[in-house]
Every structure is written in C-alpha cells, then in structure tokens.
C-alpha cells in the first residue's frame, strides 16, 4: 500500500527520479514501466504522474532547469552585457563545474546511452529541443535592450548546442578517452560562440 501522504512535495520526487533513474539505467528505458517505478519508490502510478506528466520526464527531468537557465540569462545579465555573452557565460559555467546540461559531467555516458537506445526519449528530446527555442525567442522579443534577430539567434543557438551535446554524447558512447572529448567539446563551443557572434550577434 502506497504510503500516508505519497503525494507530498519535493522529497517524494527526489525519490521516484532516484528510483526511475535507477531501474533505467539498469534495465533500460524500454524495458521499466512507470507501475515498477512507483512500486520500488513505495508510492502509486497516480503519484508518479502527479509528478511527471510523461514516462520520459523520468528521466529526461531538467528540462524545466534549462529553461530556468535561458530566462535567467537573458532576464538577470549585468546591465551592458547583451544576451549573446550572458548565453555563453552561462554555457561555459555549466562546462566548467561538469553540470548535467553541460554534456560533461561525470554521469554523462549511461545518460547518453540510455537516451540512445530509447526512440521515445530520443523524441522526448527533440520536442524539449523545440520548447527550448521557443523560450528562449520569446524572451529575446520581449527584452527591450536586445539588438538581433530573435529567431535566428535562438533557432542557431539551441541547434548548435544540440550539436555540440550530441557530437560529445556519439564519442563518449564510442569510449573514445574522456579527456579527449572534453577538450574538444570546449572548443567546439568557442566556435560555435564565434560564429554567432560573427553571424547573428547584435550589430557593431
């Protein structure tokens, strides 16, 4: 029987992700249904889905923290910085402490291949790619400071970090020396900040 108050708030959470993350990982995405899921957490289906609207939320649960991540750069950058830079701080602070939505950190390549073997995640994260580049273009247009063109530079910097995500996530997967890859990785994102810089930056 599901435990007295299984519906409660962040610690209930944290328990069904450390549980779902768990038996995925293991097991694979595919082969785990929410229903094991909630039984190994102690709570109930409905509880889950209380929770995570989507089996693939799960797993793939920090979205709604890259979206945090886009506002607060475009919302919260230091008066004379523009957007352009302020995304790239926030790229290359994720990189350098190893976050989970900067490809590189220590827990990346069971998540990479998990997400590989799954078509329902590998969708689930092209929809969450499109959301992102809705958010970020909708605040773009709304910040009266911004000079650019919204779309092009949300379209280009959400595919070119998806880019430089998935490109990292195909070499990890193909063991090729961490290291290596994670140089590579920063560089790549030094390139891709040049040429939007170059391309669809504000104007000189």
Same mark, same amino acid.
């Given at each position: 029987?599901?435990?007295?108050?299984?519906?409660?708030?962040? #610690?209930?959470?944290?328990?069904?992700?450390? @549980?779902?993350?768990?038996?995925?990982? +293991? !097991?694979?995405? +595919? %082969? @785990?249904?929410?229903?094991?899921?909630?039984?190994?957490? $102690?709570?109930?289906?409905?509880?889950?889905?209380? !929770?995570?609207?989507?089996? =693939?939320?799960?797993?793939?649960?920090?979205?709604?923290?890259? /979206?945090?991540?886009?506002?607060?750069?475009?919302?919260?950058?230091?008066?004379?910085?523009?957007?352009?830079?302020?995304?790239?701080?926030?790229?290359?602070?994720?990189?350098? %402490? #190893? !976050?989970?939505?900067?490809? /590189?950190?220590?827990?990346?390549?069971?998540?990479?291949? &998990?997400?590989? +073997?799954?078509?329902?995640? @590998?969708?689930?994260?092209? @929809? *969450?790619?499109?959301?992102?580049? $809705?958010?970020?273009? =909708?605040?773009?247009?709304?910040?009266? &400071?911004?000079? $650019?063109? %919204?779309?092009?530079?949300?379209?280009?910097?959400?595919?070119?970090?998806?880019?430089?995500?998935?490109?990292?996530?195909?070499?990890? *997967?193909?063991?090729?020396?961490? #290291? &290596?890859?994670?140089?590579? !990785?920063?560089?790549?994102?030094?390139?891709?900040?040049?040429?939007?810089?170059?391309?669809? $930056?504000? =104007?000189?």
């Amino acid at each position: 029987m599901p435990r007295t108050g299984e519906r409660g708030g962040p #610690r209930t959470r944290a328990r069904i992700l450390e @549980v779902a993350n768990r038996l995925f990982l +293991e !097991h694979g995405y +595919e %082969a @785990v249904t929410v229903a094991e899921v909630a039984r190994e957490a $102690g709570v109930s289906s409905v509880t889950v889905f209380n !929770h995570f609207p989507r089996k =693939e939320d799960l797993f793939m649960d920090r979205a709604a923290d890259a /979206v945090d991540l886009l506002r607060s750069a475009v919302r919260d950058r230091a008066p004379g910085v523009d957007a352009l830079t302020s995304l790239r701080d926030t790229s290359f602070r994720l990189f350098d %402490a #190893r !976050h989970p939505l900067s490809g /590189v950190a220590d827990r990346s390549v069971p998540f990479f291949r &998990t997400v590989a +073997e799954s078509p329902a995640l @590998v969708a689930r994260a092209r @929809v *969450i790619v499109s959301e992102l580049q $809705g958010t970020l273009t =909708e605040e773009l247009d709304r910040d009266p &400071t911004f000079e $650019g063109d %919204a779309t092009l530079l949300a379209a280009f910097f959400i595919a070119g970090y998806s880019a430089v995500m998935v490109e990292t996530a195909r070499r990890l *997967i193909a063991d090729e020396p961490t #290291r &290596t890859v994670v140089k590579d !990785h920063r560089v790549r994102l030094e390139r891709l900040f040049t040429a939007l810089r170059n391309g669809v $930056g504000p =104007e000189s």
